[in-house]
């Protein structure tokens, strides 16, 4: 449906993880896979969202000079923050368990943002959902760090995963915007830009 809508445009997905893109593929979208390095930084003085918002725009800068006239480029950041901090991915096992711990018997914020880029127009959405886990125990983070290995993943753990299935206990907001894409959000906003062009 929402692809005959945008059969005039050519969508750029700047995403190598596997989640979002099989979102994509659920939404019946056509899309090409675009990848471009980028260091993942940003300023100290951002807090909350403002950080996932400046991380996704910043993934589209590399890709503005060779964009055509019908493509819409998207690229997003998926952050988790609690305790007034942003945790990011962790770089090894010892970071993931500490991570884990501070998640353990509390509720976390993971703010995901998307933006849309095309030659005359960019968007920046976000979404927000509150994840709560139960008292995890060291064994329990342990075993899931040694066979899950989620160093890939924002906040140390995917929801999909053994651990999420175990240990969260509450949900308030979008379940997939947890795994990485608020698709709910990123659907009507490329119905709004199939509706305007």
């Given at each position: ?84 901090e942003a945790l990011g991915k962790p770089r090894n096992e010892d970071e993931a368990f500490s991570i884990l711990k501070a998640l353990s018997n509390a509720t976390h914020e993971v703010i995901t943002s998307v933006c849309f880029t095309s030659l005359n127009y960019e968007k920046t959405i976000h979404n ?70």
């Amino acid at each position: 449906m929402l692809n005959q809508k945008l059969k005039n445009h050519h969508i750029i997905l700047a995403s190598a993880s596997p989640r979002r893109q099989a979102f994509f593929k659920g939404l019946g979208l056509d899309f090409e896979i675009r990848l471009k390095p980028i260091k993942e930084e940003y300023p100290p003085r951002l807090t909350h969202f403002e950080i996932s918002n400046y991380l996704a725009q910043l993934k589209a800068l590399p890709f503005k000079k060779e964009l055509k006239p019908n493509d819409i480029l998207i690229t997003s950041d998926t952050i988790v923050w609690h305790n007034n901090e942003a945790l990011g991915k962790p770089r090894n096992e010892d970071e993931a368990f500490s991570i884990l711990k501070a998640l353990s018997n509390a509720t976390h914020e993971v703010i995901t943002s998307v933006c849309f880029t095309s030659l005359n127009y960019e968007k920046t959405i976000h979404n927000i959902t509150k994840v709560s886990f139960k008292n995890l125990t060291d064994n329990e983070i342990l075993y899931y760090i040694k066979n899950y290995k989620p160093f890939d993943k924002a906040g140390a753990y995917g929801i999909q995963d053994w651990i999420g299935q175990i240990g969260v206990t509450k949900i308030e907001g979008s379940y997939f915007n947890v795994m990485g894409l608020p698709v709910h959000a990123v659907y009507k906003t490329l119905n709004d830009m199939a509706d305007a062009s």
